[in-house]
């Protein structure tokens, strides 16, 4: 069964520091990975997605993520963060490329608090 | 081109009572999803429907819970005979096609009194 497993439930990062959120999952197959920012009130906004190529994958908001297959990891990071990335973030695996939300297995987030 | 609107964004509910949430998917998009938040954890797949189909209802709990898309109309997440452990955030996503990129709502927030 594919599983993923968000080690940070918090973290705390000055305005301006660079940030990592660590994602760890199982999966059987060819993993896809997406991770999904949640700000508060607000729906799931898809950040990123990998499923192949290039290892290293740009999202939007200045955020990227590397795949680690050797680590089953799926980082994601951004070099400077803004108090506006104040949001839960999710770390997902899925069997579709495309990012279709059938049987997507989320991890449990990571609250992400900006210091001023 | 609205996004995926979910409705009604809050819902409360007494113990025993039917609660009905609803999805509106973006214009174009035939395939919609539901998930469930409970508190402190990720969002689990409940079901995914196209248009007047169940797909794949292997999240849903076997019992009070049912869903349906009809050929007009929002998809509907039906409970019935709430119990306080059906209090969690319900997201709904939709997409044009199978393997392509969905978009969710901002949720509805059940709470069961």
């Known amino acids: 069964a594919q599983s993923v497993t968000q080690p940070d439930i918090h973290i705390t990062v000055s305005e301006g520091a660079s940030l990592e959120l660590r994602c760890n999952y199982s999966?059987?197959?060819?993993?896809?990975l997406f991770w999904y920012v949640q700000s508060p009130g607000q729906g799931l906004q898809l950040l990123l997605k990998?499923?192949?190529?290039?290892?290293l994958v740009q999202g939007i908001k200045g955020f990227e993520a590397e795949f680690k297959r050797s680590q089953s990891s799926f980082n994601l990071r951004k070099p400077s963060v803004h108090w506006s990335d104040a949001a839960e973030y999710f770390c997902?695996?899925?069997?579709?490329?495309?990012?279709?939300?059938?049987?997507?297995?989320f991890g449990k987030g990571t609250h992400l608090i900006i210091q001023p | 081109n609205a996004g995926v609107m979910q409705n009604p964004r809050h819902l409360v509910r007494r113990r025993g009572q039917e609660a009905r949430l609803r999805c509106s998917p973006m214009?174009?998009?035939?395939?919609v999803y539901w998930y469930r938040q409970l508190p402190e954890e990720g969002l689990k797949f409940m079901v995914y429907?196209?248009?007047?189909?169940?797909?794949?209802e292997s999240g849903m709990p076997k019992e009070r819970f049912s869903a349906e898309f009809p050929k007009e109309g929002p998809s509907i997440l039906r409970i019935q005979q709430v119990v306080r452990g059906d209090s969690a955030a319900y997201f709904c996503?939709?997409?044009?096609?199978?393997?392509?990129?969905?978009?969710f709502g901002q949720g509805t927030r059940l709470t069961v009194v």
């Open positions: 996503a939709s997409s044009p096609g199978r393997n392509t990129e969905a978009f």
């Open positions: 999966y059987g197959a060819t993993p896809y």
């Open positions: 990998y499923f192949s190529g290039d290892t």
């Open positions: 997902a695996v899925g069997a579709s490329s495309g990012g279709g939300a059938d049987g997507l297995t």
């Open positions: 214009k174009g998009h035939s395939h």
């Open positions: 429907l196209q248009k007047e189909n169940i797909i794949d």
